[in-house]
């Protein structure tokens, strides 16, 4: 019987051990965003519960798990609220402490979680916003998106489907279907000159009146995902260009000027493979035209791919940060046919293993271009601009045609 007992004691402290050890801390991120609203990000491997509280001028976030080896004791941040941040290992659960350079006021932080998305391979986080005494929190996926750890991005989705309503709608000819219906808009187009800063490349939502006088092509909505790539018919889109430089290295290289030679690459290659390739914009102009609105340049890109009834559409651009030590490749989808997920891991699983850099992985969102076309489609984050590493990378030959050629690869195996 003691020998029983003493069995049982023994599975109920591993397993025990083994509960205590399920969660552990992977990573801790910071971002800041144009309001400068200071984020910080927990990765865990696992879901574990928190608690926010101040203590003195330091605001604590604790997390239930463990603190990997990996993550430092420490970090620097660059925002008017802090200057560092400690992590603090305390055993079984761990605290992420922010020394705070200005008092906050009541409700001036936020904390959520998001959860593990095996898709896309992000892990169980824990996010922690502050606002400082001037901003305004609208909430997550508002017009002021906090930059975080997540990739500043070009192309910027819209709140929802309703924003666009009055469109002038123009259906391609096909074999089956010659009808073009075409309506002319007598609203005067806005001046809204694009802004060449990070925050300007966050999300944003398009405005009523820049929809209204959109000039939306539709396609005959058929696209083919099998079947080799000879014969296919692929849109590539070089992120920015003309009036808008995109984001700028310290060195003044502009994303614009990355983007084109490597979707110039690309298009070179799928070609000698059989493929059709269309290019949104092949010398450095505005696709719609000089002083755009955001919403007529996206829509304009996305015309192209319709107009020729694309099997794809492959946008290219390059990443910037407020945080100089952020690297790495990544690839967007948005969810709206059964192929544009595996086209974005077809892609980024070329990339991510074959260079010495972060592999930032898959991720989901509802940019623009990758949205409002109807064949699949992703939106590819060359590495970071912001980075000075990556940026020597990215001006090279050999990088910009090795990046050309693994891209290729993955449109390949997805189509194979």
């Known amino acids: ?39 910080i990000v927990v990765d865990v491997t696992d879901t574990a519960g928190y608690a926010v509280d101040m203590e003195g001028d330091t605001l604590n976030l604790t997390v239930n798990a463990d603190k990997g080896a990996q993550v430092p004791y420490s970090k620097a941040v660059k925002s008017s ?28 932080y936020k904390a959520f979680v998001l959860k593990k998305d095996p898709a896309t391979g992000r892990p169980f986080r824990v996010v922690l916003d502050v606002m400082p005494r001037q901003a305004s929190y609208s909430g997550f996926g508002a017009a002021t998106t906090v930059v975080s750890n997540r990739p500043v991005v070009s192309n910027r989705p819209t709140k929802n489907n309703s924003s666009i309503k009055k469109n002038i709608v123009i259906k391609t000819s096909t074999a089956a279907d010659k009808k073009a219906d075409k309506k002319k808009s007598s609203s005067k187009k806005k001046n ?22 959109l000039a939306v092509i539709k396609g005959n909505g058929r696209f083919r995902t099998s079947g080799g790539l000879d014969g296919k018919i692929i849109t590539l889109d070089a992120g920015h260009g003309g009036s808008d430089p995109g984001a700028i290295g310290s060195d003044g290289t502009k994303e614009k000027n990355i983007t084109l030679p490597i979707a110039k690459m690309l298009k070179e290659i799928l070609e000698d493979k059989g493929a059709k390739v269309y290019m949104t914009r092949t010398t450095d102009v505005d696709v719609f035209g000089p002083n755009a609105s955001d919403a007529e340049e996206l829509q304009a890109r996305v015309n192209v791919g319709e107009k020729y009834n694309s099997d794809m559409f492959v946008s290219l651009h390059v990443n910037s940060s407020v945080n100089k030590n952020v690297g790495g490749f990544s690839t967007y989808y948005y ?36 949205k ?18 990556e940026l020597t990378l990215m001006k090279g030959q050999w990088f910009q045609k090795k990046t050309a050629r693994l891209i290729a690869e993955g449109i390949e195996k997805y189509f194979a």
């Open 372 to 389: 409002r076309i109807s064949m699949p489609a992703v939106l590819v984050e060359m590495c970071f601009i912001s980075n000075e590493k």
């Open 81 to 108: 609220l802090a200057d560092s941040l400690k992590i603090v290992d305390k055993g079984s659960y761990t605290v992420v402490r922010v020394p705070l350079k200005q008092r906050l006021l009541e409700k001036s």
């Open 192 to 213: 809204d000159n694009k802004k060449n800063t990070a925050a300007a490349k966050t999300e944003t939502k398009v405005n009523k009146s820049d929809a209204d006088k």
């Open 1 to 39: 019987m003691r020998k029983i007992f003493l069995l049982a004691l023994l599975t109920c402290c591993m397993l025990w051990g083994a509960v205590a050890q399920a969660a552990q801390i992977t990573d801790v991120k910071w971002g800041v965003n144009k309001a400068d609203v200071l984020r």
């Open 335 to 370: 969810p709206k046919t059964d192929n544009d997920l595996r086209l974005a891991k077809n892609i980024q699983n070329k990339l991510a293993a074959n260079f010495g850099v972060d592999d930032l992985g898959v991720r989901q969102a509802n940019f623009y271009v990758i």
